[in-house]
């Protein structure tokens, strides 16, 4: 069964860090890129960040200089370290998994519950 859990969101305050994870099961990690998508309310999901499986990153403009994913494939995991927060920066994040290969099966439908990320003063 496939499993992405996001975790590490909370509550920071305008200029803050935080770092989210997104913790995978059931497929081959190392052999799909990762993509991270936020979603604030009233709006559409949004695509944030993507690492592909030979560690090529990219980012939607208005985050980029300001957060960094990466990837631990020996743990099926990745990563988004969010930094200079901002309050536009406020919604739910999921990550995803995009197959690197035709091969291989399509899981952009698998999503997990998210996690929060509130900037506030």
């Known amino acids: 069964q496939v499993q992405l859990v996001e975790s590490g969101g909370g509550l920071v305050q305008p200029g803050g860090s935080l770092k989210l994870s997104c913790t995978t099961s059931g497929f081959a990690f190392n052999l799909y890129d990762m993509a991270w998508y936020r979603q604030a309310p009233g709006n559409q999901r949004e695509f944030v960040a993507r690492i592909n499986i030979e560690d090529g990153s990219n980012y939607v403009g208005s985050v980029k200089g300001r957060f960094t994913v990466s990837r631990d494939n020996a743990k099926s995991t990745a990563y988004l370290q969010m930094s200079s927060l901002k309050p536009e920066d406020t919604a739910v994040y999921y990550c995803?998994?995009?197959?690197?290969?035709?091969?291989?099966?399509?899981?952009?439908?698998?999503w997990g519950q998210g996690t929060q990320v509130t900037v506030s003063a």
């Open positions: 995803n998994a995009e197959r690197s290969r035709s091969f291989l099966r399509d899981l952009t439908g698998v």
